[in-house]
């Protein structure tokens, strides 16, 4: 009897998932199986980001079980791990789907070699709405700017979804230590999230997306980083509204940072772009900003949510990615590193290239503009509403006083500490060591 592995990495889906539609075509048995990584396991995580995935893991495993199969859990070197079970099972192929970081290529390479005599089929069409590589400028390996890869990306016909497979038949196979986790975490809540955003928020999208207190983004990222939703299946559901294309036009940035990565994969530690600069090394700065204490409540709301949902708005991350590079001309690197410990959306290529963009070292065309964190709280919070959720000191302070509460006496600020820096002179200092 012929038999299949079909190793789970950031796919954690059976639905519209093509390496496991493909490894469940044309054999008996299939393993699924995922490798609990050493190196990952040796990074700083929070608790709630291994959580998330613990909780991913319990429902894949449930969702195979109702097709007759088991998720097989291993520890240790993927590549060992993986060549372990295909001798114990007698595999004759691997199927795996194709990442982007120099992690995952390294490990690609050493699996085919590590195979020998066994198959190695890579899929590239599993993590994004366009593989990397498909759309190109001509005599480039990349697009450099995202307007002419999102009008070659929009062009492109995209490939249909395929179905979760009817039945998934195991071999005789010790299964591992499978989580038994529950929550939110998984493609059972991931696609009950986005029926749910679909039908009463996407239309709103285009116009709301920037409102931090509304908060009428998705939070669907943290599922599409663990592959617990399709890409591709999002942007076929999304509709055809303002909102709907507004929601799509994020997709495609996200398949944007995706090609970057995979054509500079060092991108995730250089800059793409240097800019000269000679960041600062202040620990204390560091610290306030990292625990919500700078005294300008915007960036302090951002970072305090961070901590307590392992999630930040949008527009509270250019806002605090801003501050930190910008404003205290700290490394980007750093700002990053403290990201991706929290984030349970923290997905390299995202949040590196991201980051890259806001510290002007990356794609953005206008490497040295500076986001006023004052302005942009009354732009994007104007009743203070974020702030105040976020910031219980300030929870008391009206419309008028709440985004700067250093015009307040002491003791109304209830311990709020007064801001680390003068922004004004900052902004100066910043252009100033750019040569502008």
């Given at each position: 009897?012929?038999?299949?592995?079909?190793?789970?990495?950031?796919?954690?889906?059976?639905?519209?998932?093509?390496?496991?539609?493909?490894?469940?075509?044309?054999?008996?048995?299939?393993?699924?199986?995922?490798?609990?990584?050493?190196?990952?396991?040796?990074?700083?995580?929070?608790?709630?980001?291994?959580?998330?995935?613990?909780?991913?893991?319990?429902?894949?495993?449930?969702?195979?079980?109702?097709?007759?199969g088991?998720?097989?859990?291993?520890?240790?070197?993927?590549?060992?791990?993986?060549?372990?079970v295909?001798?114990d099972?007698?595999?004759?192929?691997?199927?795996?789907?194709r990442?982007?970081s120099?992690l995952?290529?390294?490990?690609?390479?050493r699996?085919?070699?590590?195979?020998?005599?066994?198959?190695?089929?890579?899929?590239?069409d599993?993590h994004t709405?366009v593989?990397?590589?498909?759309?190109?400028?001509?005599?480039?390996?990349?697009?450099?700017?995202f307007?002419?890869?999102?009008?070659k990306?929009?062009?492109?016909?995209?490939?249909?979804?395929?179905?979760a497979?009817?039945?998934?038949?195991?071999?005789?196979i010790?299964?591992?230590?499978?989580?038994?986790a529950?929550g939110?975490?998984?493609?059972?809540?991931?696609?009950?999230?986005a029926?749910?955003?679909f039908?009463?928020?996407?239309?709103?999208?285009?116009?709301?997306?920037?409102?931090?207190?509304?908060?009428?983004?998705s939070?669907?990222?943290?599922y599409?980083?663990?592959?617990?939703?399709?890409?591709?299946?999002?942007?076929?559901r999304?509709?055809d509204?303002?909102?709907a294309?507004?929601?799509v036009?994020?997709?495609a940035?996200?398949?944007f940072?995706?090609?970057?990565?995979?054509?500079?994969?060092?991108?995730?530690?250089r800059d793409?772009?240097?800019?000269?600069?000679?960041?600062?090394?202040?620990?204390?700065?560091?610290?306030?900003?990292?625990?919500?204490q700078?005294?300008?409540?915007?960036?302090?709301?951002?970072?305090?949510?961070?901590?307590?949902e392992g999630?930040?708005?949008?527009?509270?991350?250019?806002?605090?990615?801003?501050?930190?590079?910008?404003?205290?001309?700290?490394?980007?690197?750093?700002?990053?590193?403290?990201?991706?410990?929290?984030?349970?959306d923290?997905?390299l290529?995202?949040?590196?290239l991201?980051?890259?963009?806001?510290?002007?070292?990356?794609?953005?065309?206008?490497?040295?503009?500076?986001?006023?964190?004052l302005?942009?709280?009354?732009?994007?919070?104007?009743?203070?509403?974020?702030?105040?959720?976020?910031?219980?000191?300030?929870?008391?302070?009206?419309?008028?006083?709440?985004h700067?509460?250093?015009?307040?006496?002491?003791?109304?600020?209830?311990?709020?500490?007064?801001?680390?820096?003068d922004?004004g002179?900052?902004?100066?200092?910043?252009?100033?060591?750019?040569?502008?």
């Amino acid at each position: 009897m012929s038999t299949t592995i079909a190793v789970f990495t950031r796919d954690l889906r059976i639905h519209d998932n093509p390496m496991l539609a493909a490894a469940t075509r044309d054999t008996e048995h299939v393993v699924p199986l995922f490798v609990r990584d050493d190196r990952i396991g040796a990074s700083p995580f929070a608790a709630g980001r291994l959580r998330f995935l613990d909780e991913s893991l319990a429902d894949l495993d449930s969702r195979l079980r109702t097709r007759g199969g088991r998720l097989v859990m291993r520890a240790g070197d993927p590549v060992e791990e993986i060549c372990r079970v295909a001798d114990d099972a007698d595999a004759t192929r691997v199927h795996v789907a194709r990442d982007v970081s120099a992690l995952a290529k390294a490990r690609e390479a050493r699996l085919r070699q590590a195979l020998g005599r066994r198959e190695l089929v890579v899929h590239d069409d599993v993590h994004t709405v366009v593989p990397p590589g498909a759309v190109l400028p001509h005599g480039r390996d990349h697009f450099a700017v995202f307007g002419p890869y999102h009008r070659k990306w929009s062009e492109q016909t995209w490939r249909g979804c395929q179905p979760a497979p009817d039945r998934v038949t195991l071999p005789e196979i010790a299964l591992g230590d499978v989580p038994k986790a529950r929550g939110d975490g998984g493609e059972t809540a991931g696609r009950r999230r986005a029926e749910n955003w679909f039908a009463a928020h996407v239309q709103d999208y285009a116009d709301q997306d920037g409102a931090l207190a509304a908060d009428r983004t998705s939070r669907l990222s943290p599922y599409l980083h663990l592959g617990c939703v399709s890409a591709l299946e999002l942007a076929r559901r999304a509709g055809d509204s303002a909102g709907a294309k507004a929601f799509v036009r994020q997709l495609a940035w996200r398949d944007f940072h995706h090609q970057v990565l995979a054509a500079r994969p060092d991108s995730a530690h250089r800059d793409y772009r240097g800019r000269g600069d000679q960041w600062r090394d202040d620990k204390d700065a560091l610290q306030a900003w990292q625990e919500g204490q700078t005294g300008i409540p915007i960036v302090d709301a951002g970072m305090r949510q961070l901590r307590a949902e392992g999630w930040m708005h949008n527009r509270a991350r250019l806002i605090t990615a801003g501050f930190l590079t910008k404003t205290l001309y700290i490394d980007w690197r750093v700002g990053a590193k403290h990201f991706f410990t929290w984030l349970l959306d923290g997905d390299l290529a995202n949040n590196c290239l991201n980051w890259q963009w806001v510290a002007g070292t990356g794609i953005d065309s206008r490497p040295n503009r500076v986001l006023n964190p004052l302005s942009q709280a009354e732009r994007h919070d104007p009743d203070g509403e974020y702030v105040r959720r976020y910031v219980s000191e300030l929870s008391h302070v009206g419309n008028k006083d709440v985004h700067q509460p250093w015009r307040l006496p002491a003791g109304e600020r209830r311990g709020y500490p007064e801001p680390i820096v003068d922004l004004g002179q900052a902004r100066a200092r910043f252009l100033a060591a750019r040569g502008k």
